[in-house]
């Protein structure tokens, strides 16, 4: 739907597979997604938390994975800084 309304194509969208901690109390899966911009300018904005740290682990199930953002433009990496709450 969003790639009909703006210029933009998923190239990937998929669960992000051993991201929910190991353990026999695993935690779910996170999202796994590439976005292309077609044409023009866009901004973007990532709401997330567990940016520095992975989730905690529950009822002896280990961290999950923290979240990442790459941005890539121009063929270069840039990964922006985490700006949420603290996490200490």
Request: glycine content about 18%; overall charge neutral; aromatic content about 10%.
């Amino acid at each position: 739907i969003m790639e009909q309304a703006f210029p933009v194509l998923y190239r990937h969208y998929a669960l992000r597979e051993g991201s929910g901690g190991a353990g026999k109390q695993r935690g779910g899966f996170g999202l796994a997604y590439e976005v292309e911009i077609l044409r023009g300018d866009a901004r973007a904005s990532f709401v997330m938390d567990h940016g520095r740290f992975g989730p905690q682990g529950a009822l002896g199930g280990k961290d999950g994975a923290p979240n990442t953002v790459t941005v890539f433009r121009g063929g270069e990496a840039h990964v922006p800084p985490h700006l949420s709450k603290e996490q200490d």
